[in-house]
């Protein structure tokens, strides 16, 4: 049995969804197809229900400064870690309700529920039905990464897609892996109680390159869990559990949070039968500005490209290439400015160019310290950081890297100023209303005006009132 269509979308994750709302404005023939549990990543185990649990346990932690403040009483608090898990799998559900909405509104011409493979670049195959797509979008997304030789301990490990199915916290767990969810969840879990040890082949956190801010992150989270950096996790299994060795350091635990990153899902698509030519990782070639798999009418977006996993990126990608799809040309769309927070306490956060991706000997680098910063000393977390990259030729602003508070509201100020081309002396023009966080960013700036080759009038005024 084969079908024509205009555009078959292959994955209905959060790239699928939005290319399938441009390609819905242009044509009605179409079918999205999938095989898995519908409900995007973000919703079910990422974004959503993390931000969940690292809120309980912010807001459970903040109990250790009330009697700095004046307020007694934080030792009778308690804590109910099922009825936590409980709130954050109703939340999760909520969220992937809404996200749910699209795809129960499709009838079976247009939804598709079955795991696709290619025939050839037009052909695309899900159990004995066969569609003639004249462009084809691949969405598939990724999956939590468990390395060969773990398997045997399956038992004992957790991927960040079981996490948040959990009935109840371990008393002891060991995260490997310290990119973004990482090191969300394992501060979720020291604070909720969770006996935590964080461990990483790299030398840094969530995948900071500026020295100073992955050094001032290290050294202020590790004061809660031990992090050990710089080697190899193996495990081992005894009959307390299962033994965490990386180094000359070691440790028994009842879990390990596998947090090794995503791979693509790909294995399946049979895309040796198409034209595509792949990278090493098995991740069709692609033009980011289109979206655009070579010179063929296939189009990829969302995490399966494994170059900016975020939800933002993959609205991005999956509107153009859903744009792409339902149009004879291709049209171009400039990237926006890279944005990427890890939402832990101090806020990590990096915006635009990042130190190894510029030359040190053309830029300037604004930095403030949180300790002096009046908001942050009254919130009680005023150990923090912020770095600027500024074009010392103009003054424009390159990129960022910060561990603070509201690190995640100062990423987006710092990202819309490059993406806008803004310089020093534009954001200095900008109000900066007193008291609060964004102070420090205003301090960090007139910081960097001497080390400047340019010079503005008048924007030195503020600094003497």
Known sequence: MSREVDVAIIGAGSAGLYALSQVRRETDNYVLIDGGELGTTCARVGCMPSKVIIQVADDYHRRTIFSREGIEGAEQLGLDRPAVMEHVQDLRDTFVDRTLGVTDGLDETHLIRGYAKFVD?????????????KAVVIATGTKPIIPEQWRSFREHIITTDEFFELEDLPGSCAVIGLGSIGLELGQALSRLGVQVTGVDLLHKVAKLE??????LAVSTIGKEFPLWLGQAAELEKVAEGIRVVS??????????L????????LAALGLERTSLSLDDKGVPLFDPETMQCGQSSIYIAGDVIAERPLLHEAGHEGRVAGYNAVRQGAVRFTRK????????DPDIATVGAQLDELDPSTIAIAEMQFAPVGRALIIGKNRGILRVYVNKADGRILGAAMACVSGEHLAHLLAWSVQQGMTVFDMLKMPFYHPVIEEALQGALYS??????????????????
């Open 337 to 344: 400015a890279a944005l990427a927070i890890t939402f832990c």
């Open 121 to 133: 670049d037009h052909t695309i195959e899900v159990d004995s039905e066969r569609f003639q797509a």
């Open 247 to 256: 180094g000359d350091n070691a440790v028994v635990v009842d879990k390990v």
């Open 258 to 265: 596998a947090s090794l990153g995503r791979m693509p899902v």
């Open 210 to 215: 500026d020295p100073a801010v992955s050094e």
């Open 448 to 465: 960097v005006l001497s080390e400047l080759d340019v010079q503005e009038e008048n924007v030195e005024l503020e600094k003497i009132q």
